[in-house]
């Protein structure tokens, strides 16, 4: 059984940086089109970055290329999300998606493809 669990969500500052975390396990983690997701209050899950399946290849939702990165440790089993220059309106729940089936290369940047996902991590951006 796959299970995705984040870690390093909270409350910063405009401006401000965090660093997400998601540990997987069960599964071959290197087989896995890796994603993060966020849903802010009353809106629909939005896409915000993919890496392949070796970390060679990622992309990012709009407005969030040059300040948001992920990567990913195929050893440990981990990707992460490096959020900098934090506006309020990043504030949602992140969420952290694996695609196990899709070509691979094809990243997908729809909620639809993905196959597991973790329970989020609240980030909250306050002025």
């Known amino acids: 059984q796959v299970q995705l669990v984040e870690s390093g969500g909270g409350l910063v500052q405009t401006g401000g940086s965090l660093s997400l975390s998601c540990a997987v396990s069960g599964g071959t983690f290197s087989s896995f089109v890796m994603a993060w997701f966020r849903q802010g209050p009353g809106k629909e899950r939005e896409f915000v970055a993919v890496?392949?399946?070796?970390?060679?290849?990622?992309y990012y939702g709009d407005y969030m290329e040059g300040r948001f990165t992920i990567s990913r440790d195929n050893a440990k089993k981990t990707v992460a999300l490096q959020m900098n220059n934090l506006k309020s309106e990043d504030t949602a729940v992140y969420y952290c998606?694996?695609?196990?089936?899709?070509?691979?290369?094809?990243?997908?940047?729809?909620?639809?493809?993905?196959?597991?996902w973790g329970q989020g991590t609240q980030v909250t951006v306050s002025s």
């Open positions: 998606a694996a695609d196990s089936n899709s070509p691979a290369d094809r990243l997908n940047v729809t909620p639809d493809p993905y196959d597991y």
């Open positions: 890496i392949d399946r070796s970390g060679g290849n990622r």
